[in-house]
């Protein structure tokens, strides 16, 4: 079955800091693997996106994401963060055989920047 | 341009009853999706509707109905609520299925359910 997981439910950074969410995921076939962000009240924006080629992908807001296939992997990383990235993060994946459209969602992680 | 609408934005049922809610996409938007949003279980699909038709479904009993209209507008549907839907469905619109990066979610319809 295809799955993502977010290990940590809430991640604490100091302003300025860099800032690592992470996620796993166990899929069948090439992933695609996307990171979205939910402001309080608000829906999810899209952040950033992997589907081939650059193992590194570079997004919104300064984040970027690393993907690794050995580990399964897709850490969300930003070298310095800022208060205004406190939010909730959901790692996703769409695999190719399945329907287009189609994300599995991880539980979220709750990234809280202080100054 | 307008973004994803959703209406209502808050909504308090009751068991046993039915709701509907709905979802007009951005212009030029065919593909609609919806998931629901719960502490527990995060974020799950619900459906997907490109050009009037459902193209996908997710896990949901059958009490989760939707439709998509010649508009692009969609709704969906709850049967016979139960206190578990208590959740926020988000409805995402994109130009057609699968295009995450013309993706965008609008701000969600949060059911109460007592």
């Known amino acids: 079955a295809q799955s993502v997981a977010q290990p940590e439910d809430q991640v604490n950074v100091a302003e300025g800091n860099p800032l690592t969410v992470k996620c796993t995921y166990s899929?069948?076939?090439?992933?695609?693997l996307f990171w979205y962000v939910q402001y309080p009240n608000r829906g999810l924006q899209f952040l950033l996106k992997?589907?081939?080629?650059?193992?590194l992908v570079k997004g919104s807001y300064g984040f970027e994401a690393e993907f690794n296939k050995s580990q399964t992997s897709f850490h969300l990383k930003k070298p310095s963060a800022l208060v205004s990235d406190s939010a909730l993060y959901f790692c996703?994946?769409?695999?190719?055989?399945?329907?287009?459209?189609?994300?599995?969602f991880g539980k979220g992680t709750k990234l809280s920047v202080k100054p | 341009k307008a973004g994803v609408t959703q209406t209502p934005r808050y909504l308090i049922k009751t068991r046993g009853q039915q709701v509907t809610l709905s979802c007009s996409p951005i212009?030029?938007?065919?593909?609609v999706s919806w998931y629901q949003q719960t502490p527990g279980q995060g974020l799950q699909f619900l459906f997907e509707?490109?050009?009037?038709?459902?193209?996908n479904k997710g896990n949901f009993p059958g009490r989760f109905s939707g439709r998509q209209f010649s508009n692009s507008r969609s709704e969906m549907n709850v049967s016979t609520l139960e206190l578990g839907d208590s959740a926020l469905y988000l409805c995402?619109?994109?130009?057609?299925?699968?295009?995450?990066?013309?993706?965008?979610f609008g701000p969600g319809t949060r059911l109460l359910v007592l």
């Open positions: 992997y589907i081939t080629g650059d193992n």
């Open positions: 899929v069948s076939g090439n992933p695609y």
């Open positions: 212009s030029g938007h065919r593909s």
């Open positions: 509707y490109f050009s009037e038709t459902q193209r």
């Open positions: 996703a994946v769409r695999y190719t055989g399945g329907s287009q459209g189609n994300l599995i």
């Open positions: 995402a619109s994109s130009l057609v299925p699968g295009d995450q990066e013309t993706q965008y």
